[in-house]
């Protein structure tokens, strides 16, 4: 089984301003978490279980149905303002490019990480979630370290006329860093969970390892890598912290949300609020329907 | 077609293969031998994904040890068969398969025109490995390696297809390396047996040569001669014919002992132990039966006999209806039946 199970659906967090750790750890894809639990009796004990659940649903949906109820949808015209088209225009313009920036890397590293063992490797994979287990305003701190205005690359950059901070090219960097490590650990569970006596095959049979890689690795991980993308690309989506320090200005949809939040309060970042709404839930659902056609038996 | 292993030594982790030497000609060599006995690895040797320390890997007199796998033109058959499951049967067989090859022939000498447009994971066991042989042999590999094909089939499965197996497999003109650690399948299956123990090649020969006469007590004891005694060469008849002494009795040996050997490994088959209730008989040893375990076709009664220790006998059920654990009985012992082993051989014991 190669594909990702259900269990994506509850990895899905844009994080805003401030997310726990814990929602940006995902889980090896090959678990599955649908079986449903028929065994007769102790109905009660089944019950308890459930209300422990209901809780914790009642406090996630929450918050969104306080949201809509209080504000209702936004109008056509909210998306009228400048600021919100122009935070649009960032965030759709710089999430999809760290998307691809992420999976052209991210998808050989996956491949490397599951298939080849070589000294150092396990102190590589620390470094690979790195980004995934520390805030990403620490992210945003290191960062600015490496390639803010002062620095050589920085300089240098700047000297060639693509400024890495306080534009796009430093939201592409901010979004790369905190969302790329969601694509490799997603693709290296996909290449991992491949047998390898399949890959063995295809060069038993006359293809080189490219060849290997193209026609049978590929393939057999689209849907993990699919599942990397979009939750790759929904992170990208929402990133705020790391942004915020490296790219900030333009305003991309999330810290156009808090500039909106601190200077007019919850009311001014009702169009964006929903537009990110409508765009996670576009994941799920993208999610929901890669679960089940992409998946292989063994 | 020849395919040679010469001085080949491998490590990998905690186990190490060879040194080892192997030559096999066109016809199906079995390779036999316990689990952990580095049967797979001598096939990614062959194969090439495996890289020896030492040694060569020939193939009709020319070098491919250095090759890659994709180069070696030795076709591998996976132990499950190792389909590709996002292609469709078809697909599987073209993978592999030059432009413009005709798959035809032997997709019908494998009985799978009925499976070309089917999906891989709808497959039974046996479907799947007669599609993964067929896909091999479309490349029209020089030598042909078979890692334990039907391992995991349910056993009439695995006994039908073995048959099937053998004669496609007779039909091939290239040197075929089949592994197995099941004795009546490589039996079945090969030209050849190699034995294979411990990551050494313990003995080579046709089947019949290595199942009736193993090469040494370490064989013998793989191929099933479960009771191995020390005994000492007392006195050598005319033609084939040869005293031995084992524990305070002798028995008569339908084997020639080079003259000069006095210590000797006597290896029993359980099957040579016969129940004969009396003294009556030449061959006999006086034993207490310890326990009488039912089987499915006949059952195991353990022994001890006088100052040899603990013997296994293997019997039918109506003997061993007449067997009661406790009881002092007589057992025979078929002259022919018997293995000798001169001691200070490398693995004697």
């Known amino acids: 089984m190669t594909g990702p199970g259900p269990w994506l659906l509850n990895r899905v967090r844009r994080d805003g301003p401030v997310a726990s750790v814990a929602d940006r750890v995902p889980v090896s894809i090959t678990e599955r978490g649908d079986r449903t639990l028929s065994t007769p009796g102790a109905t009660g004990q089944r019950t308890v279980i459930a209300l422990l659940g209901a809780v914790l649903v009642a406090y996630l949906l929450g918050p969104f149905v306080a949201f809509l109820l209080e504000h209702g949808l936004p109008t056509p015209g909210a998306f009228a303002d400048p600021a919100v088209r122009s935070a649009i225009v960032a965030s759709l313009v710089t999430a999809p490019v760290a998307t691809l920036l992420a999976t052209v890397f991210g998808v050989p590293l996956a ?10 490797k396990r102190l590589l994979e620390a470094l690979v979630v790195l980004p995934l287990v520390t805030p990403p305003v620490v992210g945003g701190v290191v960062l600015v370290s490496a390639f803010g205005r002062l620095t050589p690359i920085g300089k240098a950059a700047a000297a060639l006329g693509v400024p890495l901070t306080q534009g796009y090219a430093g939201v592409v960097l901010a979004q790369t860093f905190v969302a790329a490590p969601f694509l490799v650990v997603t693709a290296r569970s996909g290449f991992a969970s491949i047998d390898a006596d399949l890959e063995r095959a295809a060069r038993n049979l006359g293809k080189g390892p490219l060849a290997t890689f193209r026609e049978v690795s590929l393939p057999l991980t689209r849907g993990s890598i699919v ?10 989506l929402g990133e705020f912290g790391a942004t915020m320090l490296l790219g900030h200005p333009p305003e991309t949809m999330p810290t156009r949300i808090w500039v909106a939040f601190v200077a007019h309060g919850t009311d001014a970042t009702v169009p964006l609020v929903v537009a990110l709404l409508g765009a996670g839930l576009a994941v799920v659902l993208v999610l929901r329907l890669l679960a089940g056609p992409l998946e292989f038996s063994p | 077609m020849s395919l040679a292993l010469a001085g080949i030594e491998t490590t990998r982790g905690d186990f190490s293969l060879g040194p080892l030497s192997l030559t096999v000609e066109d016809g199906i060599t079995t390779v036999l031998g316990p689990s952990g006995a580095g049967k797979s690895t001598l096939l990614e040797l062959i194969a090439g994904f495996e890289t020896p320390e030492s ?3 020939t193939l009709d007199g020319e070098r491919i040890d250095g090759l890659p796998p994709e180069k070696r033109n030795v076709g591998m058959v996976f132990q499950d068969a190792a389909l590709f499951p996002h292609l469709s049967v078809a697909e599987n067989l073209r993978f592999g398969a030059p432009e413009g090859t005709d798959v035809e022939g032997t ?3 494998l009985g799978i025109a009925d499976l070309l447009d089917r999906d891989t994971t709808t497959l039974s066991g046996g479907e799947r490995r007669r599609v993964a042989l067929a896909r091999t042999l479309v490349t029209d590999p020089d030598a042909l390696v078979l890692d334990e094909p039907l391992s995991s089939l349910d056993a009439p499965i695995r006994r039908r297809l073995r048959l099937d197996l053998r004669d496609v497999l007779s039909d091939l003109d290239v040197p075929v390396v089949y592994v197995t650690h099941d004795q009546e399948e490589a039996a079945v299956v090969g030209d050849r047996v190699a034995v294979l123990l411990d990551g050494t090649i313990c003995q080579t020969g046709t089947v019949g040569n290595v199942f009736d006469d193993p090469a040494t007590p370490t064989v013998a004891r793989f191929l099933g001669v479960e ?5 000492t060469v ?13 524990g305070e009795s002798t028995v008569l040996v339908e084997e020639a002992v080079d003259a000069g050997i006095e210590q000797a490994t006597i290896g029993l088959r359980p099957a040579a132990i016969e129940f004969v209730g009396g003294p009556d008989w030449e061959n006999t040893l006086a034993v207490d039966v310890e326990r009488v375990v039912p089987g499915r076709n006949g059952a195991t009664v353990l022994l001890a006999a006088d100052g040899l220790g603990r013997l296994t006998a293997r019997t039918d059920d109506r003997t061993a209806e007449a067997v009661t654990a406790g009881e002092r009985t007589t057992v025979a012992i ?14 004697g014991r």
Do not use: C, K, M, Q
Request: charged letters at 25%; aromatic letters at 8%.
């Open chain 2, 107 to 109: 997709v019908r000498t």
């Open chain 2, 55 to 57: 040694g060569t890997v």
């Open chain 2, 234 to 246: 007392r006195e050598r008849h005319d033609g084939e014919v040869t005293t031995v002494e084992i």
């Open chain 2, 227 to 231: 009771n191995l005694l020390e005994g």
């Open chain 1, 227 to 236: 599942a990397g993308i979009v939750l790759t690309f929904a992170r990208a």
């Open chain 1, 111 to 120: 491949y490397v990480l599951a298939r080849y063992s070589f000294r150092g």
């Open chain 2, 334 to 347: 078929d002259p022919t039946a018997i293995h000798v082993f001169p001691r200070g051989r490398a693995d």
